[in-house]
């Protein structure tokens, strides 16, 4: 728990640094488009399909890097039968080689073929004349995916310094040529930087978005070559055969994924009754909005970071289940914290983002309160991870896209991204009670679903007495004690919680981890 916690929060600080310096281009980009909301409407959407050619790109093998890799370097025989102990053993170097090589060629085929189809994509996107886009997401997917092995063996050893340098490298970069690009549309003078050579161009617009995203990564690569150069690059087709075979469900099950994630912006374009243009203005509204969920987002991904690892260093030992059930505790009661701290503060969050862009501000607790979940799941999916039953995580992932799917198809149409959002719920939710249920067959592991229900129960309803009780004071006007109320409001809310939180588990797990 110790080595968890540690790891959690250097990567968790990590992930809060790059997350909070890449978080400054909201406001850059929604002040930027302010008046063409379709423009950030197409960096939303765009990034929406990136996402699921970067799961296509990585073929599964991050994990099956952590697989062979992350356990003291033990990997099973061909014919080992599921579930049998581990036999032989595996230099690291030879695993990475292995895996990086794989991505090598695997990338170059995938660029290749991104860039020759360039214009068909173009228009398949509706985005005509505009395939020097594609271009540079073809090149842009292409290093981040040479670039996550190598992220992942500095997560495996321990390294998080050099992880949180070139994270911010890569960051720092792309937000200060992001400045630089659009600061001149900010200001409305084109000239602006015009002593330096540059003066911004219309004809390519949101364009300059891509182009710093692209310059960063060439650079993250460039600062990861001293790591690669380090190792040997061999590669071994037997242990790429069980690298694929035990990563290769995880394509499936993260395209469905991302199906949960981002394709309800593909959709929003596509099912919207307005035109292209008014549909990908509602898509950059809701996009705006979404990034307010950063907070619970960058808890889930920094837990992840940690926990990934320490899940297959702790597989087989002893009291493994007992230690996972603590960790799902732990990150519940800290999770139902951040849901409804960040709820209680919805109104002042919202002056992040350009004016034009506030009035999806309250679908951000639906998208929090979805993200704690998928939090949950990803805590849950370790009985199918440490049992090498990965294909189960296909099944998983395809029944949250089929509510992602029908939630979306029904309600866009009626209720716009609304109804994506509370989708998002429903699909993130449904996975997480299907892995539980489905999860206590082969692993059971002894979590207190009582508890961890009652905690999130609580943070829900003290958020909607606080939204109803919030609503009566505003609908007073005139009152200048109105703001003062509003603010001890939400302390005596958030007080309340901490005592039920407290009375519900939190006493119980300090208990333990003391005994422990």
Same mark, same amino acid.
Request: glycine share 8%; hydrophobic share 55%.
């Given at each position: 728990?110790?080595?968890?916690?540690?790891?959690?929060?250097?990567?968790?600080?990590?992930? *809060?640094? *790059?997350?909070?310096?890449?978080?400054?281009?909201?406001?850059?980009?929604?002040?930027?488009?302010?008046?063409?909301?379709?423009?950030?409407?197409?960096?939303?959407?765009?990034? &929406?399909?990136?996402?699921?050619?970067?799961?296509?790109?990585?073929?599964?093998?991050?994990?099956?890097?952590?697989?062979?890799?992350?356990?003291?370097?033990?990997?099973?025989?061909?014919?080992?039968? #599921?579930?049998?102990?581990?036999?032989?053993?595996?230099?690291?170097?030879?695993? =990475?080689?292995?895996? =990086?090589? +794989?991505?090598?060629?695997?990338?170059?085929?995938?660029?290749?073929?991104?860039?020759?189809?360039?214009?068909?994509?173009? +228009?398949?996107?509706?985005?005509?004349?505009?395939?020097?886009?594609?271009?540079?997401?073809?090149?842009?997917?292409?290093?981040?995916?040479?670039?996550?092995?190598? =992220?992942?063996?500095?997560?495996?050893?321990?390294?998080?310094?050099?992880?949180?340098?070139?994270?911010?490298?890569?960051?720092?970069?792309?937000?200060?040529?992001?400045?630089?690009?659009?600061?001149?549309?900010?200001?409305?003078?084109?000239?602006?930087?015009?002593?330096?050579?540059?003066?911004?161009?219309?004809?390519?617009?949101?364009? $300059?978005?891509?182009?710093?995203?692209?310059?960063?990564?060439?650079?993250?690569?460039?600062?990861?070559?001293?790591?690669?150069?380090?190792?040997?690059?061999?590669?071994?087709?037997?242990?790429?055969?069980?690298?694929?075979?035990?990563? +290769?469900?995880?394509?499936?099950?993260?395209?469905?994924?991302?199906?949960?994630? %981002?394709?309800?912006?593909?959709?929003?374009?596509?099912?919207?009754?307005?035109?292209?243009?008014?549909?990908?203005?509602?898509?950059?509204?809701?996009?705006?909005?979404?990034?307010?969920?950063?907070?619970?987002?960058?808890?889930?991904?920094?837990?992840?970071?940690?926990?990934?690892?320490?899940?297959?260093?702790?597989?087989?030992?002893?009291?493994?289940? #007992?230690?996972?059930?603590?960790?799902?505790?732990?990150?519940?009661?800290?999770?139902?914290?951040?849901?409804?701290? *960040?709820?209680?503060?919805?109104?002042?969050?919202?002056?992040?983002?350009?004016?034009? $862009?506030? #009035?999806?501000? $309250?679908?951000?607790?639906?998208?929090?309160? &979805?993200?704690?979940?998928?939090?949950?799941?990803?805590?849950?999916?370790?009985?199918?991870?440490? +049992?090498?039953?990965?294909?189960?995580?296909?099944?998983?992932?395809?029944?949250?896209?089929?509510?992602?799917?029908?939630?979306?198809?029904?309600?866009?149409?009626?209720?716009?991204?609304?109804?994506?959002?509370? %989708?998002?719920?429903?699909?993130?939710?449904?996975?997480?009670?299907?892995?539980?249920?489905?999860?206590?067959?082969?692993?059971?592991?002894?979590?207190?679903?009582?508890?961890?229900?009652?905690?999130?129960?609580? &943070?829900?309803?003290?958020? &909607?007495?606080? =939204?109803?009780? #919030?609503?009566?004071?505003?609908?007073?006007?005139?009152?200048?004690?109105?703001?003062?109320?509003?603010?001890?409001?939400?302390?005596?809310?958030?007080?309340?919680?901490?005592?039920?939180?407290?009375?519900?588990?939190?006493?119980?797990?300090?208990?333990?981890?003391?005994?422990?």
């Amino acid at each position: 728990m110790r080595s968890l916690l540690g790891q959690t929060a250097l990567y968790g600080l990590s992930t *809060v640094a *790059v997350r909070l310096l890449n978080y400054a281009l909201v406001p850059l980009h929604t002040v930027a488009f302010s008046a063409n909301q379709a423009d950030y409407g197409i960096i939303s959407e765009l990034y &929406a399909w990136v996402t699921f050619l970067n799961v296509v790109f990585m073929f599964g093998m991050e994990t099956a890097f952590f697989r062979y890799a992350g356990q003291q370097g033990k990997a099973r025989s061909d014919s080992s039968p #599921e579930g049998a102990p581990s036999t032989g053993t595996i230099d690291l170097s030879k695993v =990475f080689g292995t895996a =990086f090589v +794989s991505l090598l060629i695997s990338t170059a085929i995938g660029c290749s073929l991104l860039i020759g189809g360039s214009t068909g994509i173009a +228009s398949f996107l509706q985005l005509p004349g505009m395939q020097h886009f594609v271009i540079w997401f073809a090149l842009i997917i292409g290093l981040d995916t040479l670039a996550n092995i190598p =992220f992942a063996l500095l997560r495996l050893q321990g390294r998080p310094l050099y992880y949180l340098s070139v994270k911010l490298l890569n960051v720092i970069l792309n937000v200060s040529l992001n400045a630089f690009f659009l600061w001149p549309l900010v200001q409305g003078q084109f000239d602006l930087f015009s002593a330096v050579g540059y003066t911004y161009d219309p004809a390519i617009g949101v364009g $300059y978005v891509f182009i710093a995203n692209l310059a960063a990564s060439v650079l993250t690569m460039l600062a990861l070559l001293p790591l690669l150069f380090k190792l040997r690059m061999g590669f071994d087709f037997a242990l790429w055969k069980r690298m694929i075979a035990y990563g +290769s469900p995880f394509i499936l099950a993260g395209l469905a994924g991302m199906v949960n994630e %981002t394709l309800d912006r593909i959709l929003l374009v596509r099912w919207l009754p307005g035109d292209t243009l008014a549909n990908r203005a509602q898509v950059g509204v809701y996009s705006a909005a979404y990034k307010l969920s950063i907070f619970m987002t960058l808890a889930v991904q920094a837990f992840r970071l940690g926990a990934e690892p320490f899940f297959f260093k702790m597989a087989g030992q002893r009291d493994a289940a #007992e230690v996972y059930a603590l960790v799902m505790r732990g990150f519940v009661l800290v999770a139902a914290f951040i849901f409804l701290g *960040v709820s209680l503060l919805l109104q002042p969050l919202g002056y992040i983002l350009g004016a034009n $862009y506030r #009035e999806a501000l $309250y679908v951000v607790p639906i998208l929090l309160m &979805a993200n704690l979940w998928l939090g949950i799941y990803y805590n849950l999916s370790v009985w199918y991870k440490i +049992s090498d039953r990965t294909r189960n995580a296909i099944w998983l992932a395809l029944a949250g896209a089929l509510i992602t799917l029908a939630g979306n198809a029904w309600g866009i149409p009626r209720y716009g991204y609304w109804a994506s959002a509370w %989708t998002t719920l429903l699909a993130y939710s449904g996975m997480a009670i299907l892995s539980a249920l489905w999860g206590r067959r082969h692993y059971p592991i002894p979590y207190p679903f009582v508890r961890l229900a009652g905690l999130i129960l609580s &943070a829900a309803l003290l958020y &909607a007495l606080y =939204f109803w009780v #919030e609503g009566l004071l505003l609908s007073e006007p005139g009152s200048s004690a109105t703001g003062y109320l509003i603010w001890l409001l939400r302390l005596a809310v958030l007080s309340l919680f901490g005592l039920i939180a407290w009375r519900i588990e939190g006493r119980r797990l300090l208990q333990q981890l003391k005994g422990r």
